[in-house]
């Protein structure tokens, strides 16, 4: 069974650039028509897709948050990444790395438990 | 950016009730319309794919209907277990977006 899990710092300062890493468990990250995404909840609020990343590198990103993130993927560790610079408070969130059905980019019927990033000095 | 609209935002409900909540697209996106159970501090569950195709292991009160742009999840005989968020999200165009959730709770 597919199984997927968060990492990264719970606390960033402003200006700064929040990093987390998400392994998958049970199943390639490799596999065939497998896209990777990042999703965040700000606490009390509802869920805003931030991107989408193919093991081969390719990216989609929601334009809203396009000019500050970027995601990689590392098959050799069965990871793939997400980066956002210039954080603020509005940045803080529960991220959720997910896993869409193949092939495409939604929906999601794998989830991470999820990972609270807090923005504060 | 497609837009979607779920109605109501909060409803109260007792058990054995039937639900409905609704999701409203800006605009035509097709079938591409799919929803989540999300209950406290845990991630999102989905419980419908592309408006209307069941989920393995999603109970059989969970049923969707639409196309176009209006959608509906309904939920039969409410159990205590249902109390929830939930909302609906289109992958039809990018960026992919999600409704901004109804809250369930039950009496």
């Known amino acids: 069974q597919l199984h997927l899990q968060e990492s990264g710092p719970g606390l960033v300062k402003p200006s700064e650039t929040l990093s987390l890493s998400c392994t998958v468990s049970?199943?390639?990250?490799?596999?065939?028509?497998?896209?990777w995404g990042w999703i965040r909840q700000p606490p009390g609020k509802g869920l805003e897709w931030i991107g989408s990343?193919?093991?081969?590198?390719?990216?989609h990103y929601n334009p809203s948050l396009k000019s500050r993130v970027t995601m990689s993927v590392d098959t050799s560790k069965n990871q793939f990444s997400l980066k956002l610079t210039s954080v603020t408070a509005t940045d803080t969130a529960v991220y959720y790395c997910?896993?869409?059905?193949?092939?495409?980019?939604?929906?999601?019927?794998?989830w991470g438990q999820g990972t609270l990033v807090t923005v504060s000095s | 950016e497609i837009v979607l609209t779920q109605s109501p935002d909060f409803q109260s409900v007792t058990p054995k009730e039937k639900v409905t909540i609704t999701c409203r697209a800006s605009?035509?996106?097709?079938?591409?319309l799919h929803w989540y159970q999300q209950k406290p501090d845990q991630s999102p569950k989905l419980l419908i794919k592309f408006a209307s195709q069941s989920i393995s292991g999603v109970p059989s009160r969970f049923s969707g209907s639409g196309s176009g742009t209006n959608f509906t999840l309904t939920i039969n005989s409410l159990e205590a277990e249902d109390a929830a968020a939930y909302y609906c999200h289109q992958s039809s165009s990018l960026p992919i977006t999600f409704g901004q959730g109804t809250r369930l709770e039950i009496k």
């Open positions: 997910a896993r869409p059905i193949p092939p495409g980019l939604a929906p999601n019927d794998n």
């Open positions: 049970g199943g390639s990250i490799s596999c065939n028509g497998c896209y």
């Open positions: 605009q035509s996106i097709g079938s591409s």
């Open positions: 990343i193919y093991h081969s590198g390719s990216t």
